[in-house]
């Protein structure tokens, strides 16, 4: 009942919208009719029967068309510049850094006029957001490098005490270098995720043995594994790739210190690589200290930490994994974590294969 009911207001609407134009042209035509008269008399001109009534509908049109001019002009002149002068107020805030500013004249405007200020405040949306993250990112990167200085700073006057001992010197003096390793190394991953972004990074793709990259960074981890008893198994599949042997050893590297650093002593670490049709899986599963589940898609931001006291305690500035979800997509792959909170954690990397024989 409800909809035939705005059927019919819709059909009465669009009537009452018919007979008010028509209305409105006849009294136009009307108007022009008596004009005409007036003029033929005036010149003392009798026209042809259909010449009269043509320019009677032709004054008509003429006529309508001005009168719908001047309308729009007076009513909607005022509107308009009102949207200009917003408009451009708003980009002039935009380009001194102010993202706060939106846009909002009603819905009364033409429907092009208003696509325009949404899209204008969406601008404006997308830089704010920008705006914070970059906020953020400075307040971590100081932080991240304040740290170190401070530790720096201070054991390099306790050392200028001439009174401490050897073996306190010495502490203090393996401390500053630790804190500068970390500096650099923050430097070191800052530099190259500021490369990786601007899209100049060199990418030089090749063909070569994954599973013999992956043996030998293994290998060279031994002494942080074996340091704190933990038993390392690796599976790993005869698996070629193509891809830039440079850019995915910070992939490798990066995952398995994290699992060796974040893996209790006499834990567990198992490395698998597989080739599944066009697709090469590599997993490391350790029994850590696992991630809760809201943190696994903020695990890859920058600087992110899912436990900062911890995280203090073993090092790492919350960039690794950042440069390798940068890396892994590079390559046209993805990473993904599977982990929950004491039930350690599992990263699995997934790349193009390349056919194991040309």
């Not at 007076?74 to 107020?89: A, C, G, N, P, V």
Request: proline share 2%.
């Amino acid at each position: 009942m409800k909809e035939k009911l705005k059927l019919l207001l819709k059909v009465l609407i669009k009537i009452g919208q018919f007979c008010l134009f028509l209305s409105f042209f006849t009294g136009c035509w009307t108007v022009a009719y008596f004009f005409t008269y007036w003029l033929y008399n005036k010149l003392n001109w009798t026209p042809h029967h259909y010449v009269a009534q043509l320019l009677n509908l032709l004054g008509g049109l003429f006529l309508m068309g001005l009168i719908i001019q001047l309308i729009g002009f007076l009513f909607f002149h005022k509107r308009q510049k009102e949207f200009t002068d917003s408009m451009r107020d708003a980009l002039r805030r935009i380009a001194q850094g102010d993202f706060k500013v939106r846009l909002n004249l009603g819905r009364k405007l033409d429907p092009r006029y208003m696509e325009i200020l949404d899209e204008i405040n969406l601008m404006a949306d997308g830089l704010e957001k920008l705006e914070v993250l970059r906020q953020e990112f400075i307040s971590d990167v100081s932080h991240e490098i304040q740290t170190p200085l401070t530790s720096i700073s201070g054991f390099a006057r306790a050392l200028q005490n001439e009174s401490i001992d050897s073996d306190t010197r010495s502490k203090y003096l393996r401390i500053i270098e630790g804190e500068s390793s970390r500096l650099s190394k923050l430097s070191e991953n800052l530099l190259r995720l500021a490369s990786l972004d601007s899209e100049k990074h060199p990418f030089e793709p090749k063909r070569y043995r994954l599973d013999r990259q992956l043996g030998t960074l293994i290998l060279s981890c031994e002494p942080q594994w074996t340091g704190k008893s933990i038993e390392l198994n690796a599976d790993l599949d005869d698996v070629y790739v193509e891809a830039d042997e440079d850019l995915l050893s910070q992939v490798w590297i990066n995952l398995i210190s994290n699992s060796i650093k974040f893996t209790p002593e006499g834990g567990q670490i198992d490395v698998t690589l597989r080739q599944n049709g066009s697709r090469v899986e590599f997993r490391i599963k350790d029994t850590g200290i696992g991630i809760a589940a809201d943190q696994h898609e903020l695990i890859f931001d920058r600087f992110f930490k899912s436990d900062k006291a911890r995280s203090r305690k073993v090092g790492g500035s919350g960039l690794g994994l950042s440069l390798v979800k940068k890396i892994v997509e590079m390559h046209q792959g993805s990473v993904v974590v599977e982990s929950e909170l004491g039930q350690g954690s599992v990263f699995i990397v997934t790349l193009p294969a390349v056919m194991s024989h040309l």
